[in-house]
């Protein structure tokens, strides 16, 4: 392989630059060439490719968003649009592919490389949601940036003395919520994969009135119901008067942390290693804090699950 | 004067809590004995209140929220309620009172100073919209947190080529909106103070997009129409589809800024030596970078007003 | 006039990309052209000069830094060097420049100005030291970098119950060290302006600890004397033990302050139209909340001066 | 078990306050009492020693520092000062330890182990240097402190064109400057495990200019030898101008991260559960991402061996 192709797809995530920036610098340490492609697939699509150098990538290991930028691309689900894709790599010369995002940017690789064309995944998504991998990148800065909120709003929460329901990403996936729980003191955290119990939800915050908390946090994710649909039952169904706070958009932006640049870093690297061997179909990962390669097509037949142990410590420890 | 309380109500704001220290140890500097008094104009009524020292007021200064806690106070409206208070502030020998606090906790201030307690307003708000002051104590922290707000999500806009609608505080007010909009490059800022018109809106939009404008950001405050309503309006009235993110409390929180602190001890050590001229009735502020005292009941008469310069200059600059 | 030169010279502050920024659009809005010098006056030698247009700029406002490079430059000094500039700007028909940097960099617009081509002179240093200005660009994001050190330092001194001795920037001017320590809760504070009298500092440390205080924290300006200094003379003179923190160059960088980047967005603005007049020779600053625009000749002057009340603040509150 | 002890001991670190209320609220939560003890060892030979309910370890989740103080002990290595622990500790009716803190720490735990009194040790240090752990307590936050700064004099150095030496702390560990210098995108990491090789770094700034870096970073560990000897020895040796940056105390303070307050979380659990096995002796750690205790004893018998894989990745990339 002399010429690889790398591209961020699905929704950005904080650390995508260091991993373009690793596939980049290593590929060039490598001794091949590594060309960009802008916007997703849509680029591949439409022929948005151009060499990048080592300078390139310089200065954007710290900037947040994707400098590849990305998009969703419908297109790229239909067999016409994979076949003009690979006719612009192969105008390129392009022999291979790292993809950098989420689920559906993996099944673009995978397609792509059953249709012969060596594609690897590179797990970025803010959701924690990839099977096969313990982190995905800028999963920690998603966290850091919730717990800042959850610190702010803990202020106004603490000096009025109330109850806040805090709204944080996470359609099928509760790590965000459960990790920024846990690290921000939340008496209460509702997650995709937990049955939600609303009289115990109600039974502990009576409790911890009766302790004589000052103020009560909520977490729940996106998943499970709406913080409005959240205030809403409680208000009903117990005296429980809330504010509520849906963070949103902020949740996906930022300068990366630090782990989510090594993170990037060491997955991007990998991910050219991967790829030189030649046959494609890998999703790099982060196992027992060890990078490795395994197979896309079997890990995406089974499902990842949120650590439960997280989830009964923050219950211990929130008494 | 020998004796006074010190109190924070109404929403709470990052840098009361420099006021209250200054006003604390700006009180033992002078010779006289500070009490603090906890909630509010309730914990007035409630008689919860405790003498401070110089030590209890330390390691404060740098946290958001109050440490001596708010709330609203709808009994403190009621002449019983106000007499109530009285009774409780005799009883500790209290001679006069500094209020932390928006706009009603000063008209709690001036009815207790027409009723022979000398009452002294501090301006603590995100708001900005006292009248007779420039700025506010809370102001320059919420800013800054809308600027990392927008930088955040200006991340993604870019990353995906998306429009971005972004709400928040100011129901009537619009200078939170107005400096975020200039210091964040908002493409267009909507205040109260000014007539909306959706037109010039969407002619703005067009213009940009046809200049090559990667994304674009548009800044509402709350008081003019939600994000989501501007969104309908949007996709409604022209093919611009945008996403939104409504920042909500977070916006109140946070370690205050260096300016909040600076401006909080000033005004905090001000309110001291006001209450000692003996009337009251004085509210505190900055007047062309200056502190000063000036007469509250006065003030509130005029109508304070955005500085429209901002305005019409965040337009020229974002073209 | 119809097409004008930007450039940023000596130390880099945080809001000169606004300033850049507000030249560009400004200029383009007013119906001119503006061309980017880069690299200071060295550049202005070396013929780096190149047009901008109003995308250019986009993206620039939230970093730190300045986009357009900045160098020192003692060749500018000489009369060739001048000559060479003044060439170099006719060659690209530029016919008048804003000049964005500190006390050296207005010596050096005064000097084109003098042969003929306006110049006008925007402050953009951490220090806050040009006369006729009440603040500058940079400044409020050093304060704040400042306090954000501060805070982390206090964390380690309150844990530890020690005293700490943080040298912050400043030759001349306390400004950065005064307003730091105010906001910081310095129990003392060495500026450039003040006589230092390390009788009256022993006395306040040994007052502070009778008090119970957990923890001190000095504030000592470059220009007073290093961090290392004033722990060997208080190691000598007293039984204290400090340890000590220079900050650094930290205090040039980071994002800026809203703040910074409403003041750079309005200097740069007026720079342009102070510029259109014709004559050159103006600084633009910010004097009682108010832009304006003066002979940059006759500031330079008079001698800037420290706010002393502040200064008399901080040792009232730091009882 | 039915009560037992907690303290922090050695140099404080982010995410202390978080094992601090794990270990008291898993302790409420296993029915057992929890008493503090304060400044350390220290506290334990002055009886320094209250009791905690949940409530009072509340809010202290995001701060940093060590809310139970901490404080080097000299005492404490004698047998006699042990004894005077011992006795307070019986008079207490402790019957178990939890030691926070680093490998000193440790030491006097396995001597209260020793002597009958079971001690565990949990790793709270930004050292990331305790044997059997992969991660320390503090760690991350120190790491996302550097690069903070790393990123604002890289403004700095972009903006001037400029090499800087940046020294951060490590004596004997070089984790912090490798991981910061990956992820700041550093050009050369000197860490004290790895042999230094000043011809080797010359050759490698060389080929950065040649290839036409605007700058170049460096970053030392304090172990490997100061930044200011560094900066003369490249000057000696080389035509390379350098500006330096001592980090110094600002890297143990600040908000802990989102990671360090889980892992203060999970770790102050798993002491309680540890210590209440009945022996001591255990320390707390994360191996290959999962929760492990281990013999203390054993573990320090073995040498901590730094990442060599993240230094050769970081080579590759900064070409």
Chains 1, 2, 3, 4 share one sequence.
Not at 242 to 256: A, D, F, K, N, W
């Amino acid at each position: 392989m002399k010429r690889i192709g790398v591209l961020t797809s699905g929704g950005d995530s904080p650390g995508m630059n260091a991993a373009v920036r690793a596939v980049v610098r290593k590929g060039i340490f490598e001794g091949i060439e590594v060309f960009g492609v802008y916007s997703g697939y849509q680029g591949l699509i439409d022929g948005k490719i151009s060499k990048l150098e080592a300078g390139d990538v310089g200065d954007i290991i710290q900037r947040g968003g994707t400098a590849l930028y990305s998009a969703r691309c419908p297109e790229f689900i239909t067999d016409a649009g994979q076949e003009k894709a690979i006719a612009h790599m192969k105008e390129h010369g392009l022999e291979g592919l790292v993809v950098i995002g989420g689920d559906g940017s993996y099944r673009g690789a995978m397609a792509l490389t059953k249709k012969g064309i060596p594609a690897v995944g590179v797990p970025g998504t803010i959701d924690n949601d990839i099977p096969g991998t313990d982190y995905t990148i800028g999963f920690d800065t998603a966290l850091n940036t919730v717990i800042e909120a959850i610190d702010k709003i803990r202020d106004t929460a603490t000096s009025h003395e109330r109850t806040f329901i805090i709204e944080v990403m996470g359609r099928d996936a509760g790590d965000l919520a459960l990790w920024a729980g846990l690290a921000g003191g939340a008496e209460t955290i509702l997650i995709p994969e937990q049955a939600f119990d609303l009289d115990d939800m109600i039974d502990r915050l009576e409790k911890g009135k009766k302790r004589g908390k000052k103020h009560s946090i909520i977490i729940v994710a996106e998943g499970v119901m709406s913080a409005q649909e959240l205030a809403n039952l409680l208000s009903e169904k117990s005296d429980t008067e809330t504010r509520i706070s849906v963070l949103g958009h902020i949740q996906r932006g930022g300068s990366p942390t630090a782990r989510d640049r090594v993170l990037g870093s060491l997955f991007g690297a990998r991910a050219v290693e991967a790829l030189l061997k030649g046959e494609g179909g890998q999703a790099i990962g982060m196992v027992n804090n060890k990078v490795v390669d395994y197979d896309m097509e079997e890990a995406f037949k089974l499902k990842r699950k949120v650590d439960m142990s997280l989830y009964n410590l923050s219950k211990e420890l929130s008494i």
